[in-house]
């Protein structure tokens, strides 16, 4: 079996390494508040109701909904992924979610929040803006 060059060896970790990072192919939507919250720093959770989000090192790309005109793209990592009820978040995962209170939130998720679904709590930075 030949041995690999240093070079060669590099390029086959790299490529290795991008295999496993995926980026999910439908574009999770926030509101243009949400989208400035991302950008500012003050949301750095998501709490996504359906399938699987991903894992951590994977990408999700977001879309502005209800935006007319042109429309931000955000490129964001995934740091953490956690199940959970969504009655489950606490005070600092509101602040993360970018509103100030757990209360805010569940009034943000008033449809949802009653039934106190299952959702995955997706931590993430963001590694990317596109207009």
């Known amino acids: ?3 690999e060059t240093p070079d060669e060896a ?39 109701p359906w399938g699987n989000p991903g894992t951590v090192g994977d990408r999700l790309w977001v879309k502005e909904r209800g935006y007319r005109g042109k429309r931000t793209r955000l490129l964001l990592k995934i740091l953490k992924v956690r199940q959970e009820r969504v009655q489950d978040m606490t005070e600092e995962d509101a602040r993360a979610e970018g509103v100030e209170s757990r209360d805010a939130f569940a009034r943000l998720w008033k449809r949802t929040w009653d039934a106190n679904p299952w959702v995955f709590c997706v931590e993430f930075r963001l590694l990317k803006r596109r207009h």
């Open 10 to 48: 590099k390029l086959l970790k790299a490529i290795r390494r991008r295999a496993r990072v995926a980026t999910r192919t439908e574009p999770v939507e926030l509101t243009p508040g949400e989208v400035r919250a991302v950008l500012d720093g003050t949301k750095t959770q998501i709490r996504l």
């Open 1 to 3: 079996m030949k041995r």
